[in-house]
C-alpha cells in the first residue's frame, strides 16, 4: 500500500468520524441532559375560614367553621389559625359573629365578639332591635327560674292610691327575648337559677319607650312564658293598654307599634 492511498484513507476515516459526530449531535446524543429544578416549597398554614355564609349576631359553633391550608407569607394578623386555637371549639367557644363572613372567607378577630367583650350584646341583637333592662328580684322575676334566652312577659303592677284604691296590675308587651340575666348571657347545662337585679330584654324602640314610662308609674315584674309558646309573634292580634299617671293618656301597643290616645 502506497503513500497516497493510506492518506485517502485516513481522509475517509476522519470524515466519517466528522459525519458521525455531526448527526450525533443533531439527534440530541451529546448533549448533556439538565435536570429541572424543584420548584421552592411555599410554608403552609392553617387558618380557620367560614363553613358556611355567616350572618352578624349568629352564634358560632364548631360545625360553622373548617381550618384551611393558607400560605404562612400571606396571613394576616388577625387570621385565627391552627397552632394558636388548638381546636375549632376552642377557637369560637363563646362567640357572636359582629359583621358578615362569606364561605370560605378567613375568619379575623375583628370579625367576632367574645362573650366577655364590650360588643357581645350588641352582636346579639337582632337588626332593629335594642337592649334594655329591667329591675328585678326574687318576687318579680319568677323565683329566679327565668334564664337567658327565655321568653317573658312584662308586667307593670300599681298599688292602691286614691284613683286606684284597689291597685292594678297590666301586661303591657309579651313574648320578649332575654338577653342577659345580670351578667350571665347564656344558659349553662348545670345553671338552673340566676338569682339576679337586672334582667335585660330584646325590644323594638317602641317597646323601649313603653318599658321606660311604665318603671316610673309602677313596679315591673316578668312573667317566664312555656317553651311551647317560643315562636309566638310578639303582640300579635292583641291590643295592650297602658294608662299613664302624668298626662291621662293610653297606650295602645299594637303589632309592637305604640300610638296614644287620650282617656274619656
Known amino acids: ?29 451529546g448533549t448533556p441532559q439538565v435536570q429541572a429544578k424543584a ?25 360553622r367553621v373548617r381550618w384551611q391550608k393558607w400560605p404562612t407569607a400571606s396571613v394576616d394578623r388577625s387570621f385565627i389559625t391552627h397552632d394558636a386555637a388548638g381546636s375549632e371549639e376552642a377557637a369560637v367557644k363563646g362567640t357572636v359573629v359582629r359583621v358578615p363572613i362569606l364561605q370560605g372567607q378567613p375568619i379575623t378577630s375583628t370579625a367576632i365578639v367574645h362573650g366577655n367583650a364590650s360588643g357581645f350584646m350588641a352582636a346579639t341583637l337582632g337588626d332593629g332591635m335594642r337592649a334594655i333592662s329591667i329591675t328585678i328580684s326574687v318576687d318579680s322575676g319568677a323565683g329566679g327560674f327565668i334564664l337567658p334566652n327565655d321568653r317573658v312577659d312584662v308586667i307593670v303592677t300599681r298599688r292602691p292610691d286614691r284613683e286606684a284604691p284597689r291597685g292594678s296590675a297590666k301586661t ?17 347545662k348545670d345553671t338552673r337559677t340566676v338569682i339576679g337585679k337586672t334582667a335585660t330584654v330584646e325590644v323594638t324602640p317602641e317597646q323601649a ?7 316610673t308609674t309602677g313596679q315591673l315584674s316578668l ?42
Not at 484513507?9 to 449531535?25: D, K, Q
Not at 313603653?210 to 318603671?215: F, K, S
Open 223 to 264: 312573667a317566664l312564658r312555656p317553651l311551647s309558646e317560643a315562636n309566638v309573634a310578639s303582640n300579635d292580634e292583641a291590643i295592650r293598654r297602658h294608662r299613664s299617671l302624668t298626662d291621662g293618656a293610653v297606650s295602645v301597643i299594637r303589632y309592637g307599634m305604640t300610638s296614644r290616645q287620650e282617656t274619656q
Open 39 to 63: 420548584a421552592p416549597v411555599v410554608a403552609m398554614s392553617e387558618v380557620l375560614v367560614a363553613n358556611t355564609n355567616l350572618a352578624p349576631g349568629q352564634a358560632l359553633a364548631a360545625d
Open 1 to 29: 500500500m502506497n503513500t497516497q492511498r493510506l492518506a485517502v484513507l485516513g481522509l475517509a476515516l476522519v470524515a466519517a468520524g466528522g459525519a458521525a459526530f455531526l448527526v450525533r449531535s443533531m439527534l440530541g446524543g
Open 209 to 215: 319607650e313603653v318599658i321606660a314610662a311604665a318603671g
Open 172 to 188: 303591657i308587651i309579651t313574648n320578649l327575648r332575654v338577653l342577659a340575666v345580670d351578667q350571665t348571657y347564656r344558659q349553662d
